[in-house]
């Protein structure tokens, strides 16, 4: 395992615990002052643990749905504090609806849950404030130099502009080498003039360097492997530029894969006979979960589009179009019609955020992905999964593959109601879009597995409760 990955890993780690006691001791000490101030009587030791241990339990889930607990959760400490309270406020309802279903006879006074959660958002805000900011937990940012300044090494520059981008590392700097396309390479980075020979490893030493980057735009010939080989031998992290982009970013930058990268690094495992076989029956399983849940909100709305436009046009509130799912097949999907029923007279055209087309009711649910439940019924034929690429039209894949270089590779999975892809990608309505959505769905063929999929379920709570996402 990398140095720096070791590190998210850890912090990650010593996060969750350290939030966990902390929201405990809220529970704890709220009791306690409620009872000083005479507001509540004393409760015995078993209420209180078994109160404070389930809210504790169920924050910690909470924040995770909404990413809270990411590795490389990108958000401004004003989106962190609106997650911290969309988090405590869920937790505020699954506590009262769980004890009372379940430990009816250990419930607490009324004034026991709003004063835990109060102090809890009070106390995760001002501790994700230091911990954030002043670089608590002791765990610093590993220090990292990227070997090459050219055309490669830019992509650096431009796709982690933001100190968010880089909450995992510092950068110390780009080091030219020769045959780096300077022209098109760094413009605004720290450029590091030095040798990279054996006196490269003082310089590593002085500077604390922990992860040396190979992104140069020529290596035969330029590379100093026995430099590189004797900084490993140091235990300095030796990275490709594709492998750390992926686990920084959690992509794969699709312009800069080459076949040897593709065949010698980890993951792109094809489907085990386990996840075969139990494929269809955990996704018709959280189907029918799903559908018990949702069917008043499908009812209510085909009512309300029925009756938006549907009477007067008398066309269907459902909508069937043509996809590509798993090995290029065709299928059917099905949405609740969200778009103007003249809205493809002219033929397919790509979707844009502010589209004219889509009617008063369809804006409403299409940010809140309400549009997307009928899919439940492909789900139930087998021809899509919750979790996968999302199902790109024939007519645009057949741009896509020929502009777009690996396109295809997305259809080895099946295409999914939810994906990596929309969790990092807020929305796609182009050719261009579609590279950015790619980079995505291939990291997903290529480390899909049952963690990743339950990860993306939780966080498509975020997609939902902050109306993100195409």
């Known amino acids: 395992m990398a140095l720096n990955k070791h590190k998210q890993s850890k912090r990650s780690n010593l996060l969750v615990i350290s939030e966990a006691l902390l929201t405990g001791y809220m529970a704890y000490i709220s009791q306690f002052l409620l009872v000083q101030f005479k507001l509540t009587q004393g409760v015995s030791l078993e209420k209180l643990i078994v109160n404070a241990g389930l809210f504790t339990v169920i924050v910690l889930i909470c924040s995770l749905s909404v990413g809270l607990y990411e590795a490389k959760l990108r958000e401004t400490f004003r989106g962190i504090i609106r997650r911290i309270m969309v988090s405590v406020g869920l937790t505020y309802c699954l506590v009262e609806l769980l004890s009372r279903i379940f430990f009816d006879d250990l419930i607490m006074e009324s004034y026991f849950l709003p004063t835990a959660a109060c102090a809890t958002v009070i106390a995760l805000i001002v501790f994700r404030y230091f911990t954030n900011r002043l670089g608590l937990l002791g765990l610093g940012k590993a220090r990292i130099v990227i070997l090459g300044a050219g055309e490669r090494a830019s992509i650096i520059e431009k796709r982690m502009r933001r100190d968010v981008d880089r909450i995992g590392f510092d950068l110390v700097g780009f080091i030219p080498i020769p045959g780096d396309n300077r022209e098109d390479g760094i413009r605004k980075e720290k450029i590091i003039h030095v040798k990279v020979d054996n006196h490269f490893l003082k310089f590593i030493e002085d500077n604390d360097i922990e992860e040396i980057v190979i992104a140069c735009d020529q290596r035969r010939g330029t590379l100093p492997v026995e430099v590189l080989f004797e900084s490993r031998l140091r235990g300095v992290e030796v990275t490709e530029l594709l492998d750390f982009m992926e686990r920084e970013t959690g992509q794969i930058v699709v312009n800069l894969m080459y076949p040897s990268w593709v065949i010698y690094s980890n993951g792109f495992q094809s489907q085990n006979y386990l996840r075969d ?119 645009f894949v057949e741009q896509l593959v020929r502009e777009v270089p690996y396109y295809n590779q997305r259809h080895n999975v099946k295409p999914g109601l939810t994906g990596w892809a929309q969790l990092n990608y807020p929305y796609g309505a182009s050719v261009e879009d579609s590279m950015e959505k790619l980079k995505f769905d291939l990291y997903y063929v290529k480390h899909q597995s049952f963690l990743l999929d339950c990860l993306i379920l939780v966080r498509t709570v975020e997609v939902i409760l902050f109306g993100k996402g195409r």
């Open 277 to 395: 076989a139990i494929d269809y029956s955990l996704n018709a399983f959280l189907a029918s979960i799903v559908f018990l849940l949702v069917w008043p909100v499908m009812l209510f709305t085909a009512v309300v589009i029925y009756l938006d436009d549907g009477r007067r046009t008398g066309v269907s509130v459902f909508y069937k179009q043509e996809r590509v799912g798993l090995n290029g097949k065709l299928f059917k999907i099905i949405k609740f019609r969200s778009m103007r029923p003249d809205a493809e007279v002219d033929g397919a055209k790509w979707a844009s955020k502010n589209d004219d087309r889509v009617t008063r009711i369809g804006k409403f649910i299409r940010k809140y992905r309400v549009d997307e439940l009928p899919q439940l019924i492909n789900i139930f034929k087998g021809e899509m999964a919750f979790i996968g690429p999302r199902p790109e039209r024939p007519q």
